[in-house]
């Protein structure tokens, strides 16, 4: 049995199909059990990060765990409490999703955001990996709503380059790792194939579409009012802001090769992501219906 925490997230929730898909026993963890839906087949249990009194029923009888913790400046402890639930449970192995960059000093805040849940994870006797994925191909969902309302899409990181990484090699790894002991004792970075501007995402996903993609590009100085308009949190915008400025500036240019390492072959690509989630997209760039 294997324990997914965050299950219903971006990377959860595609490891557990990825996980079922092979016919392995999963427990799914959500706040909100009723409120959820997951393939058929799995134990589902309530977990609420803000009670770690209901982490240790989740961890009991569970061979390996993945450790998806909250990201964020309030978020630090979670992973730790995950982590001694998990060796008090006599859980064999854990999977820590962490972040690219975690640790480095120009990052700042967001850089140490991982940091003590990696320590816990390392320090925690158990066998471990820590997953390091880049910026998510699907964080490029958030361009629906200009696309439907006729909107150009924004670009915040100017032509800092990246490789975006598939959410669903990220589930890959994290189901190869909480299956096989061979990754003891590794730090994954996951990134895509290649690097590129968020211009470049846009103009992939115009070809994809068979239609233009008009861009803006979003200056740093404006760039936390754009984001207060758009509703987004404080703490997550002076995190953010960090970030746009980290890949800027080049630093996040990086490109690895631990996807294809533990995959055997190599990252899907942004073009392949957006092929595959190529209606999603279209159904929010038809043109609106004229009354």
Same mark, same amino acid.
């Given at each position: @049995?294997?324990?997914?925490?965050?299950?219903?997230?971006?990377?959860?929730?595609?490891?557990?199909?990825?996980?079922?898909?092979?016919?392995?026993?999963?427990?799914?963890?959500?706040?909100?059990?009723?409120?959820?839906?997951?393939?058929?087949?799995?134990?589902?249990? &309530?977990?609420?990060? &803000?009670?770690?009194?209901?982490?240790?029923?989740? @961890?009991?009888?569970? /061979?390996?765990?993945?450790?998806?913790?909250?990201?964020?400046? +309030? $978020?630090?402890?979670?992973?730790? *409490?995950?982590?001694?639930?998990?060796?008090?449970? #006599?859980?064999?192995?854990?999977?820590?999703?962490?972040?690219?960059?975690?640790?480095?000093?120009?990052?700042?805040?967001?850089?140490?955001?991982?940091?003590?849940?990696? /320590?816990?994870?390392?320090?925690?006797?158990? /066998?471990?990996?820590?997953?390091?994925?880049?910026?998510?191909?699907?964080?490029?969902?958030?361009?629906?709503?200009?696309?439907?309302?006729?909107?150009?899409?924004?670009?915040?990181? #100017?032509?800092?380059?990246?490789?975006?990484?598939?959410?669903?090699?990220? *589930?890959?790894?994290?189901?190869? *790792?909480?299956? +096989?002991?061979?990754?003891?004792?590794?730090?994954?970075?996951?990134?895509?194939?290649?690097?590129?501007?968020?211009?470049?995402?846009?103009?992939?996903?115009?070809?994809?579409?068979?239609?233009?993609?008009?861009?803006?590009?979003?200056?740093?100085?404006?760039?936390?009012?754009? @984001?207060?308009?758009?509703?987004?949190?404080?703490?997550?915008?002076?995190?953010?802001?960090? $970030?746009?400025?980290?890949?800027?500036?080049?630093?996040?240019?990086?490109?690895?090769?631990?996807?294809?390492?533990?995959?055997?072959?190599?990252?899907?690509?942004?073009?392949?992501?957006?092929?595959?989630?190529?209606?999603?997209? @279209?159904?929010?760039? &038809?043109?609106?219906?004229?009354?």
């Amino acid at each position: @049995m294997i324990l997914i925490t965050g299950a219903t997230g971006t990377i959860g929730s595609a490891l557990v199909r990825r996980l079922v898909d092979d016919g392995i026993p999963v427990r799914a963890t959500t706040r909100e059990p009723d409120h959820a839906t997951f393939p058929a087949g799995i134990e589902v249990v &309530r977990v609420d990060y &803000r009670e770690p009194a209901t982490f240790a029923a989740a @961890m009991t009888g569970i /061979e390996a765990a993945f450790l998806n913790g909250v990201p964020g400046p +309030d $978020g630090t402890g979670t992973d730790a *409490a995950l982590v001694e639930a998990a060796r008090t449970a #006599g859980v064999r192995r854990v999977v820590k999703l962490s972040a690219i960059g975690t640790g480095d000093p120009r990052l700042a805040g967001p850089g140490s955001w991982h940091v003590p849940g990696e /320590e816990a994870v390392r320090e925690s006797g158990l /066998e471990w990996t820590i997953l390091r994925p880049n910026t998510f191909a699907s964080n490029t969902f958030s361009w629906l709503e200009p696309l439907r309302n006729g909107h150009p899409v924004p670009n915040l990181t #100017g032509d800092g380059r990246q490789a975006v990484v598939d959410p669903r090699d990220i *589930a890959d790894v994290a189901a190869a *790792a909480l299956r +096989d002991t061979a990754h003891h004792g590794r730090t994954y970075t996951l990134t895509g194939p290649t690097l590129q501007t968020g211009r470049g995402q846009a103009a992939e996903l115009a070809a994809v579409l068979g239609r233009p993609i008009e861009v803006t590009d979003i200056a740093p100085d404006d760039a936390r009012a754009f @984001m207060t308009a758009a509703g987004l949190a404080p703490a997550f915008i002076e995190g953010a802001l960090i $970030g746009q400025t980290f890949i800027r500036d080049g630093h996040n240019a990086l490109l690895s090769g631990d996807v294809a390492a533990v995959l055997g072959r190599p990252p899907r690509s942004y073009a392949e992501w957006a092929g595959d989630h190529r209606e999603q997209f @279209m159904v929010s760039a &038809r043109e609106p219906s004229q009354p």
